[in-house]
């Protein structure tokens, strides 16, 4: 099965389309977690980045909320194997898809990353917009 991740901005391109014909999936709010993009040395920076995720571990929900989505998201995996689908999809949010959206959508994506009968597919939709950093341009 397919696990289809995107990381991707509420205000630039919104939700990404369903291309399969499936109906879609999941789509998590990552706005409800602390805004590195607030500050102006995380700003060039993605969530790729070390610094934006040291940031965001920090903080106490990161983990709360991280911890909800793989259980959620471990009991759609094993029951969409178990009955044969072919792809879930997966969207992470936040306002401009750079920091909150991408680190949770990298790290869905190594959670997931071995999972048997899994293949998984990652997508930063709003990648073209990013600034240049060291760090964010080696995906």
């Known amino acids: 099965m397919l696990l289809d991740l995107y990381s991707f901005g ?6 990404p389309s369903d291309e399969s014909g499936h109906g879609g999936g999941f789509v998590f709010d ?5 805004n590195p993009g ?7 920076l993605t969530g ?14 990161t983990a709360m909320f991280l911890n909800h989505l793989k259980g959620t998201l471990e009991l759609s995996v094993k029951r969409y194997i178990a009955r ?4 879930l999809m997966v969207n992470c949010g936040c306002t401009g898809g750079q920091h909150r959206s991408v680190y949770v959508a990298e790290k869905l994506h190594k959670h997931f990353a071995g999972y048997p009968g899994l293949s998984i597919q990652l ?7 990013w ?4 760090q964010s341009q080696e995906r």
């Open 10 to 15: 509420f205000r630039r391109s919104g939700i």
């Open 30 to 34: 990552c706005r409800c977690l602390p």
């Open 38 to 44: 607030k500050y102006e040395e995380y700003q060039a």
């Open 48 to 61: 790729l980045d070390t610094a934006v995720q040291a940031w965001l571990e920090a903080k106490e929900e």
């Open 84 to 87: 044969d689908f072919e792809r």
């Open 123 to 129: 997508t930063h939709t709003e990648q073209s917009f």
């Open 131 to 134: 600034p240049v950093s060291s």
